[in-house]
């Protein structure tokens, strides 16, 4: 019987990168997957075809969570499935351009908050109806929580941000059997790291802070994850595991 058979998971930002990979790693446990996307539609439709293609699982639903009521909506469609118990939240969405201090923005500094920690704050407050004992929240902080990188100032304070709340949550939340974890990855291949990985360079740089050579894949991530989603995690809560290769050592 596969682990997470008769479970329930919403994988915000599923359309693509390491989304797409856990949403297809939930499925293949036998989760039922509620595929998030936002821009990117034909994207989430390919994922739920693929997961639906191996018999499994999946719709997708559509929300911008950069509005300030976007987490409200999407956890208002959700519910809108008939959907009473949510096992398996991963808020991994997110957002991250890299620029110089003094290029940075107003505009720009908002929408890393709203996306990065604003959405998955209220996402969790909005679902808390149907999250319950052994519900799993997942939220994905980074390398860049703990350690600088030039051009990153704004993001990495998302990711600073993401982790006191994972303590936080967990805290409110544990009473209630609700576990709540992150997962800090290091550079994985995906759209949002070509700023790093989209050259040789780049590729040779991340590889230079890393204890294992070669270029993290998006199911190097969606593993963990997956772990963090079933009872084998059972106590580990309120903590970021690092899973990066061995950077930074
Ligand atoms: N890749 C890395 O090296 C790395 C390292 C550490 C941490 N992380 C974290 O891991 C998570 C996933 O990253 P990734 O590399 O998979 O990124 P990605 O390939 O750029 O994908 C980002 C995902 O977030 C969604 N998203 C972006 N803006 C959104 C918005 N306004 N509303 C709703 N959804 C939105 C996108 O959906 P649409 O395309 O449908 O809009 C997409 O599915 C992020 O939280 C990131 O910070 C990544």
């Given at each position: 019987?596969?682990?997470?058979?008769?479970?329930?998971?919403?994988?915000?930002?599923?359309?693509?990168?390491?989304?797409?990979?856990?949403?297809?790693?939930?499925?293949?446990?036998?989760?039922?997957?509620?595929?998030?996307?936002?821009?990117?539609?034909?994207?989430?439709?390919?994922?739920?075809?693929?997961?639906?293609?191996?018999?499994?699982?999946a719709e997708a639903i559509g929300a911008d969570l950069a509005a300030p009521d976007g987490a409200h909506r999407l956890a208002e469609a959700v519910r809108a499935l008939g959907i009473e118990r949510l096992d398996v939240l991963v808020n991994n969405a997110g957002i991250a351009e890299m620029a110089p201090i003094a290029e940075q923005t107003i505009e720009s500094f908002d929408r890393h908050f709203a996306v990065n920690v604003r959405a998955p704050f209220f996402l969790v407050q909005q679902l808390l109806p149907i999250?319950?004992?052994?519900?799993?929240?997942?939220?994905?902080?980074?390398?860049?929580?703990?350690?600088?990188f030039d051009g990153s100032a704004i993001y990495s304070a998302t990711k600073g941000a993401v982790e006191v709340l994972t303590r936080n949550l967990a805290k409110e939340l544990g009473p209630r059997g609700i576990r709540v974890n992150a997962i800090a990855p290091g550079a994985i291949d995906t759209d949002m790291a070509q700023v790093f990985l989209g050259s040789e360079e780049g590729r040779a740089f991340i590889k230079g802070l890393q204890a294992l050579q070669r270029i993290g894949q998006p199911d190097d991530i969606a593993d963990p994850v997956v772990f963090l989603a079933s009872d084998r995690s059972r106590w580990i809560d309120g903590r970021s595991i690092e899973v990066s290769g061995g950077a930074n050592l």
């Open positions: 019987m596969p682990e997470l058979s008769n479970r329930i998971a919403l994988v915000t930002g599923a359309s693509r990168g390491l989304g797409r990979a856990t949403a297809l790693r939930l499925a293949e446990e036998g989760a039922r997957v509620i595929v998030h996307y936002s821009a990117s539609r034909d994207a989430a439709d390919a994922v739920v075809g693929d997961i639906r293609a191996k018999g499994g699982q999250l319950g004992e052994g519900s799993s929240v997942i939220l994905l902080s980074s390398v860049v929580a703990r350690a600088a």
